[in-house]
């Protein structure tokens, strides 16, 4: 059995924050396998106590963010309809297309609205499961 380890960068807003800390536990917290292959998820989103939140400009805030995007091999973006409000999940987007990072979109409990803009840019759109979201990072992975 081949053993992967894949980073995973899991935008979200702190003010929306149970998507992504149910994305992380589905993600980061079991052991996973596809076929014959073992997976390894390492999480590179920005946690809450980092000090990125503290950067002094936006500028700083931005190339925080980017740096954790250029490490990970694929980008989750929930299609929550906050999304349309945020700046950073727009900015999170231009981030992983500037460094060809693939982006699974994830549609939070069957939502039939989600962010046009994150589907939009979206290279593979999953529902709210951990299998699929799982497959879907792997598949997007090996792109």
Known sequence: MSSHQIHV???????????????????????WSVGQASLSFRDFSVPRESPIHNA??????????????ALSHVVVIPTGM???YS??????????????????????????RGAGIV???????????????VKGIWTLHRR
């Open 9 to 31: 960068f899991i935008s979200h807003s702190w003010a929306y924050s149970n998507h992504y800390s149910t994305l992380a536990d589905w993600i980061f917290e079991k052991s």
């Open 56 to 69: 002094p400009t936006d500028s700083l805030l931005q190339q925080a963010i980017y740096k954790q995007i």
């Open 82 to 84: 906050y999304t349309h």
């Open 87 to 112: 700046k950073w999940i727009k900015k999170e987007i231009e981030g992983a297309k500037y460094y060809g990072k693939p982006i699974l979109a994830v549609n939070p409990w069957g939502q039939e």
């Open 119 to 133: 589907k939009a840019n979206a290279d593979d759109i999953v529902g709210w499961n951990s299998e699929p979201i």
